[in-house]
């Protein structure tokens, strides 16, 4: 029994101590140029934002995706998001965008974008953000509405109509 317990707390202590040393001798990625994800980094974040996620989701928007409502999300998208993710029909991004780690993912054609996550997952990244990377929580910044006028314009950003897109031009 005596021996469990001391190698326990000498497992513990060597795992302590190997990550105080990965740390302070310069193992730790900290610079936001040419990032690399950890081992393992990707598959738990993601897997932690799916849980958190997992309640709104399925949620659906209490608004209805009619022309006025995507018209008002190209006004948000291009006074908040366009610098990072990217405008319409062009693959040049901002320096903004080009230079953060994570890289921000473009959300507008050519591309995919998050037109095939439900929209509920789209309102609570845009609502919440996510903690580490560039992307902000808006909000406070933005009215519900306005948070799910652009969630629903994301959604739809592969079949938007013309006078939208002209709003994003
Ligand atoms: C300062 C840069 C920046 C701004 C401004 C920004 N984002 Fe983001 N956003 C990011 C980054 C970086 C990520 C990737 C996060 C990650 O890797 O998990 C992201 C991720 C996302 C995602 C998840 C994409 C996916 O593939 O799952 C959505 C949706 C999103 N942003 C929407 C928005 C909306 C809507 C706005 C404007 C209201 C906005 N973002 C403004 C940087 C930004």
Redesign the pocket.
Known sequence: MMKLVVGIVIGVFLALAGEYLFLTKGGMPVAARNGQPLPLEQYL??RA?RVAMARDAGRPSPISADEPNLLAGAR??RA??E???GSLDTEKRSA??RG?F????R?MPPGE??TD?PVG??YW??KNG?RL????S?EGA?TDTQLWQ??LL?GKANQLPEPVKAELR
């Open positions: 974040t993601s934002l948000v998208y908040n998001c610098m990072c993710h903004i965008a953060m994570p890289r921000p993912p959300l974008g998050v996550d997952e789209t990244k845009v996510i990377t560039g992307m902000a808006f933005l652009v969630s994301l």
